[in-house]
């Protein structure tokens, strides 16, 4: 038997998420849009405050919405499914960046992989390797600033870049200028994912919440800066047992918690691993102490296509849980 399935979010991704569950022959019960509740993607039934009259016929959810606030959007509607015991499945970062401490007790049916790594599934990779013996995480979470810097380390210019990512989906709808994209990458969405990360492998006892990270915005001046040194810049977290300096990063933060310290933003970096990582990639690498070598992982950290293929493993593994 197949899943009855409800999508919230009519952008990139809920499109995808769509199409890619009718190839399954999952039944979608209904989508939300911003104007109301459809069937099929294209009848409007009601208005969208009545989608608690909708949700009995429900297998499985797909939240597919960016974060319009500090996630509190996506946290409603995580809790109304959640407390009726449907599974949900998201890539929206905010709830579980902001709201964690409200919704750990849920996570056996919460879908979370496509939320840090789009389709790389980090979560799951660090989950089974970060243990007691780890000494460093090093991490590349943001597909879209590696992919600029990546294109601009290979002589391309700056217009040019950011009209790529424009054209291929790889910044929110709306951005324009590359001081806005940048800005909304590193300030909004890294400090999101770092923070489901640290609470997802309990490196900490505190929960750590994105809204309480000071970041470090750029200015033009600051982007014209890394723009000349692109080749040896890569946007890329670290999180380490070993206290790093902790002055001030062009476009990131630093934070210290349970004695790991990470520093997050545009930096040269001593790992030939995330030096190296291409286009709209993701990566992690695991160091260990007493270990000659490296857990590595890489993978597509941008785009519709990815991220879903990330959510229909999620939803996968629940319904099958769920039966």
Known sequence: MNPKVAIIGAGNIGSEVYKRVQELNWEVVFVVKQDGIYKNFTEKIDAQENIDKHIRDVDLVFLAIPTFDDGLTAYKYLKMFLENNIPIITCEKGALGNYFSELKDYL???GYSSSVGGGTRILRYAKERVTKKTKKISLVLNGTLNYIFYQLSQGKKL??????????????????????IINKEASGDVPLKVSILFNILGLSPDIIKAKNLAVNKIFEEDLKLLVGQAKELRYFISISKEKMLSEKVVGGFAFESNGWHCLAGFRNTDSEFIKFLKGATNGIEIEESGFDGTYCLTGPGAGAGPT???MIKDAQILWNTKK
């Open 108 to 110: 056996p049916i919460i």
């Open 159 to 180: 217009d040019e870049v950011i009209s790529e990512v424009q054209r291929l989906g790889y910044s929110e709808p709306g951005m324009k200028s590359a001081v806005d």
């Open 308 to 310: 879903v293929s990330s």
